[in-house]
């Protein structure tokens, strides 16, 4: 969560134009999968694109780069929510592979969030009359496991 956070973050204040020093600032450290170097490549890259081309070695990078065309169009919010669902997949396949843990627990706490999130955008987007094809590519889903 805490690497996805990061990626979320840089990728944010990077569209924003914050100076790498200033990005810096507000990761949370230490990181799960990406290495120190890996995050200030991401911060002193050039744009979005290269940015996410320094951790394609990482689960979230691959995942990033497949989706990166659609983030080029769409902007930053597909690449939330991919991140999104790949936490969910995450947490979900550690609940069903380390089931005498802690992690049934957390992925249930995680799940209920993102379902609470997905009723929020839902009902917030059908207040505003978005069409239901817009709603249905909001939210985010949980993927499906593959053992």
């Not at 999968?33 to 979230?60: C, F, G, P, Q």
């Not at 999104?84 to 992925?107: G, M, N, Q, Y």
Request: proline residues 5%; contains cysteine.
């Amino acid at each position: 969560e805490i690497d996805a956070l990061n990626i979320k973050l840089i990728l944010r204040l990077k569209q924003e134009g914050a100076p790498p020093e200033e990005i810096d600032k507000y990761l949370v450290l230490p990181p799960h999968e990406l290495t120190d170097a890996m995050l200030k490549a991401m911060i002193t890259a050039e744009d979005t694109r290269s940015a996410i081309n320094m951790i394609h070695r990482t689960v979230y990078g691959k995942i990033l780069l497949e989706a990166l065309p659609q983030v080029e169009a769409q902007g930053l919010r597909v690449a939330e929510k991919v991140l999104d669902e790949i936490h969910l997949k995450i947490c979900r396949w550690l609940a069903l592979t380390k089931f005498f843990s802690i992690a049934p627990v957390l992925s249930y706490i995680y799940l209920k969030e993102n379902e609470m999130k997905n009723l929020q955008a839902i009902i917030r987007l059908k207040a505003d009359k978005v069409e239901p094809q817009k709603i249905k590519e909001t939210i985010a889903r949980v993927p499906k496991i593959e053992l």
